[in-house]
């Protein structure tokens, strides 16, 4: 993928980490439970020679399943969950004299530690909600085990990403709720991370003919999205996924057809920008791709005193958003752009024949609150839901013999 060269975790890229999941399936006491991110599916069919952006989901689900997965959940319900939050918590703050705006989106992990080291002034305006792998993997540890009376512990998290960065965002002390709603103090809400191209490589050992598989469908609770969640993979997806869901929450009515497409956060532009108008409100929006345009776009915000006139930033490091992930099955630098574009054009095709547009309206997402979290930003999904950033600038100093060349954080 592209992001190679952006992702601050470029340098462990090549992590086995597939032999740790095979050590789980093979232990008759373990429940292995996959969840794979939005972005897995329009990628994984390149690496069994198919077209780029084939949308391979209904192989994939089959494929982890044939590997010996006892669940297979879809990340695409997490971002549904990390939108409900965060669409909550930017009505909160425009409606705050306290909380600053504009708010940033928190679930790129490459982001945030980049926000952490360089920007650690900027940390009160990130989102404080999880993103949506580590968002979901503590639903399953508390609300699905209990649903299902199964031991926790014996629950393995496994999150399929095109994203190397998430390797280390599960390794965030932070990320154990799930320990902390059990009083198990070694358990971690998200287990084991593999990239988009580790399961390929996987399904390839094991002799499976993934084209020949028969398509097979998410396993119910966790496994309905809304058009909003499918399009998280792409630069501008969680902005327009945010706005379909905000807007019902502003205003009390579902977002007008014209809202879809949201066509100026679109496309593989490294910045994006866009007002939209919500009855009394007026959003004044960003969507960002590349960590060199993120700190050229910050640098003026600072500059020219401009926080006020915005309300809500999306940054991710990878250009064209994580369909562009550094997990992602690998492609030559003079066909990147045709190829993210194909997977882009993939994911937002999948929102076009799914009839539920927001978040809101995933009836799972409904049965989830209503049974477990209550409403968005309650005392239980404050708890589970939400997190903390820290002020990492001391790590700049272990950098000083870093050139702008060498230093993986410069773009
Ligand atoms: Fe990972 Fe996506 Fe961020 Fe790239 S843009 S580092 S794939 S979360």
């Given at each position: 993928g592209q992001c190679a060269s952006a992702c601050p975790f470029d340098a462990i890229t090549e992590v086995n980490d597939v032999e740790k999941v095979k050590a789980a399936i093979q232990d008759p006491d373990k429940i292995v439970i996959f969840q794979t991110a939005p972005a897995v599916r329009v990628g994984l069919g390149e690496s069994f020679g198919m077209e780029p952006g084939t949308f391979v989901e209904g192989k994939m689900v089959a494929a982890l399943r044939a590997l010996g997965g006892d669940y297979v959940f879809d990340t695409d319900f997490g971002a549904d969950l990390t939108i409900m939050e965060e669409a909550t918590e930017l009505l909160h703050r425009l409606q705050s004299e306290e909380i600053p705006i504009p708010q940033f989106t928190s679930c790129c992990p490459a982001w945030v530690e980049f926000a952490e080291i360089f920007y650690p002034d900027l940390l009160p305006h990130l989102s404080s909600t999880k993103s949506p792998i580590s968002i979901l993997s503590p639903v399953i540890k508390t609300f699905f085990a209990q649903k299902k009376d199964i031991d926790p512990s014996k629950i393995v998290n496994v999150c399929v990403t095109p994203c190397t960065a998430k390797k280390a965002e599960i390794l965030r002390p932070e990320f154990n709720s799930s320990s902390i709603f059990w009083d198990v103090?070694?358990?971690?809400?998200?287990?084991i991370c593999i990239t988009t191209r580790e399961l390929a490589n996987w399904i390839k050992e094991e002799n499976i003919d993934f084209a020949a598989l028969e398509d097979s469908k998410f396993d119910t609770a966790f496994g309905e999205s809304s058009g909003g969640g499918k399009i998280f993979g792409n630069s501008g997806g969680v902005m327009e996924a945010a706005i379909r869901t905000a807007y019902h929450l502003f205003t009390g009515r579902p977002a007008p057809k014209d809202f879809i497409p949201f066509e100026e956060v679109r496309g593989q532009e490294g910045v994006k920008k866009a007002s939209v108008a919500f009855g009394h409100f007026v959003l004044h929006v960003a969507s960002i791709s590349g960590l060199a345009n993120a700190r050229a776009f910050i640098d003026d915000l600072i500059k020219n005193n401009d926080f006020e006139n915005y309300s809500f930033i999306e940054v991710m490091a990878c250009p064209g958003g994580c369909i562009g992930g550094g997990g992602q099955p690998k492609v030559k630098l003079p066909q990147v752009k045709k190829v993210n574009e194909a997977r882009i054009a993939s994911l937002y095709k999948s929102d076009e024949e799914t009839d539920i547009k927001a978040s809101w309206q995933n009836p799972e997402i409904e049965e989830l609150y209503k049974l477990f979290l209550d409403e968005p930003l309650s005392e239980m999904a404050e708890w589970a839901l939400h997190t903390y950033f820290s002020d990492k600038s001391d790590q700049l100093g272990k950098m000083k013999n870093l050139t702008p060349e060498t230093n993986p954080m410069s773009t």
């Open positions: 103090p070694e358990m971690r809400d998200t287990d």
